[in-house]
């Protein structure tokens, strides 16, 4: 400003946007070659992810843990609802934006609510770490 130095900032910003992209799509080409599925690869990284080896980690976490008894439940049962959602998409069927506890009926229902909530809370720990 002193000096009457002009710098186009935007466009500095916009290439740093785009050198992430690049390094996040030879990162994809790498990991494919080594073996990683190619949907582990697209739920790890986002737009935001500079920590190349960070991705790398999850990657393989993510992986290890979906090749476990735990990991195929998750999958089966992740698969399952949505098929369930999408069966009730197509006959128009409203679903709600939120749960109410209060509604439930059976002990069973409340316990799959909790154990949801614990799950829910446990994998954003992990993902944090």
Known sequence: VEN????????????????????????????????????????????????????????????????????KNLLAGTKRAANILAAEEKKKTAVAETVEPALFRADTEKSLFAAVNQAEKQAGEAIQN
Do not use: M, N, W
């Not at 710098?7 to 916009?14: D, F, K, P």
């Not at 290439?15 to 739920?43: E, M, T």
């Open 4 to 71: 009457d130095i002009r710098l186009a900032l935007a466009a500095i910003v916009g290439k740093a946007s785009d050198l992430l992209s690049f390094f996040h799509d030879r990162l994809k080409v790498y990991l494919r070659d080594q073996g990683a599925r190619h949907d582990l690869i697209d739920a790890v990284i986002t737009p935001q992810s500079d920590d190349l080896l960070q991705i790398v980690r999850r990657v393989e976490a993510l992986g290890s843990f979906l090749d476990t008894e735990d990991g």
